[in-house]
């Protein structure tokens, strides 16, 4: 690969990075908002939607506001794969922002500490790494190119009778 294909490869990959680290981190601070300046209130679980293959669940749930509104909100967790302890018509906590009650989540997925998407960070990280030191290596490569390869032995001109050894 050539060095402009192997940085520009290195740099995507730095902003994919970058950018799933950003989107996590947004929804840290709106749940560190829920935690601070939230309400609390009884919901309804609606329905568990399973995630396929890698992906977490979406849980499904309504609750209703003190104006007597319902808001029906969807949920797929930063820290858990599976809502299997739920269940349609189930009691759930709730909380939400009084002014702008569609920034909800579970009460039970505050004070979790480890992100599911640690684990894809890391190995994101782990090929990024790796796509560099190759490029490092590549780059070494051509800057101090190995010995030359001896010349091949012409056959015009340079033969002489064949003596043996004594």
Same mark, same amino acid.
């Given at each position: 690969?050539?060095?402009?294909?192997?940085?520009?490869?290195?740099?995507?990959i730095l902003v994919f990075?970058?950018?799933?680290?950003?989107?996590?981190?947004?929804?840290?601070?709106?749940?560190?908002?829920?935690?601070?300046?939230?309400? $609390?209130?009884q919901g309804e679980?609606?329905?568990v939607e399973e995630g396929y293959e890698d992906n977490a669940d979406?849980?499904?749930?309504?609750f209703?506001?003190?104006?007597?509104r319902e808001? $029906?909100?969807?949920?797929?967790?930063?820290?858990?794969?599976?809502?299997?302890d739920v269940s349609a018509g189930s009691p759930i906590d709730i909380i939400y922002l009084t002014?702008?009650?569609?920034?909800s989540l579970p009460a039970q997925e505050t004070g979790q500490e480890e992100p599911l998407a640690v684990i894809?960070?890391?190995?994101?990280?782990?090929?990024?790494?790796?796509?560099?030191?190759?490029?490092?290596?590549?780059?070494?490569?051509q800057k101090n190119p190995g010995p030359p390869a001896p010349a091949a032995p012409s056959s015009r001109g340079n033969l002489q009778p064949y003596k043996p050894r004594p």
């Amino acid at each position: 690969m050539n060095p402009v294909g192997t940085i520009a490869l290195a740099l995507l990959i730095l902003v994919f990075f970058v950018a799933i680290v950003w989107i996590r981190r947004q929804k840290a601070r709106s749940i560190q908002e829920l935690l601070r300046r939230g309400r $609390r209130t009884q919901g309804e679980v609606l329905f568990v939607e399973e995630g396929y293959e890698d992906n977490a669940d979406t849980l499904h749930y309504s609750f209703t506001l003190t104006d007597g509104r319902e808001m $029906r909100h969807s949920y797929r967790s930063l820290f858990r794969r599976s809502w299997g302890d739920v269940s349609a018509g189930s009691p759930i906590d709730i909380i939400y922002l009084t002014e702008d009650p569609r920034q909800s989540l579970p009460a039970q997925e505050t004070g979790q500490e480890e992100p599911l998407a640690v684990i894809p960070l890391f190995w994101i990280a782990v090929v990024a790494f790796s796509l560099l030191c190759v490029y490092a290596v590549e780059q070494g490569k051509q800057k101090n190119p190995g010995p030359p390869a001896p010349a091949a032995p012409s056959s015009r001109g340079n033969l002489q009778p064949y003596k043996p050894r004594p």
